[in-house]
C-alpha cells in the first residue's frame, strides 16, 4: 500500500484526471481509477484503471508472477464493465494498465 500511496501522489500532481483509489466497479474495487476531467478538459483523449500487484521478495517465482497478472487482467475486465466506467469516460479512450511489485521493485508493467 505504500506504493500505491507513492503512486497516487504522483499522479495528482496535474489535474487533468480526478484520481479515486479502491473505488467500488461492478462489484469490486479498482486500485486506482484516473477519470478524465472532461469538463475542465474536454479534449483529453485517455482515461486509465489501474491494478497493481505485490508480491513479497520470499514469495516471488515466476509462478506466482504469472498468477498476478491472470487476477489483474480479469479485475480490469470486471472494473470496465462497470455502469460508473462507462458514463464517466466520455469519449475517451480507457487504457488497463498492470504493475507487479517484487517488494519496492517494479518488475511487470503492461498495457493490457
Known amino acids: 500500500k505504500v ?3 507513492f503512486l497516487l501522489a504522483y499522479l495528482n500532481v496535474v489535474d487533468y ?3 479515486q483509489s479502491e473505488t ?3 462489484k469490486g474495487y479498482s486500485d486506482i481509477f484516473m477519470e478524465p476531467f472532461v469538463s ?6 485517455y482515461s486509465y484503471l489501474i491494478e497493481l ?3 513479497s521478495r ?4 515466476e509462478e506466482e508472477q504469472q ?15 462497470s455502469d460508473r466506467v462507462k458514463n464517466s469516460i466520455g469519449s475517451t479512450q480507457l ?3 498492470i504493475l507487479v511489485y517484487k517488494g519496492w521493485e517494479l518488475i511487470y508493467c503492461e498495457e493490457y
Open 53 to 55: 500487484k505485490y508480491i
Open 58 to 61: 520470499n514469495e516471488y517465482s
Open 3 to 5: 506504493v500505491q500511496g
Open 40 to 45: 475542465k478538459y474536454s479534449d483529453l483523449q
Open 17 to 19: 484526471y480526478i484520481t
Open 24 to 26: 467500488e466497479l461492478n
Open 67 to 81: 498468477k498476478k497478472i491472470q487476477d489483474a487482467q480479469e479485475q480490469l475486465d470486471q472494473y470496465m464493465k
Open 95 to 97: 487504457i488497463k494498465i
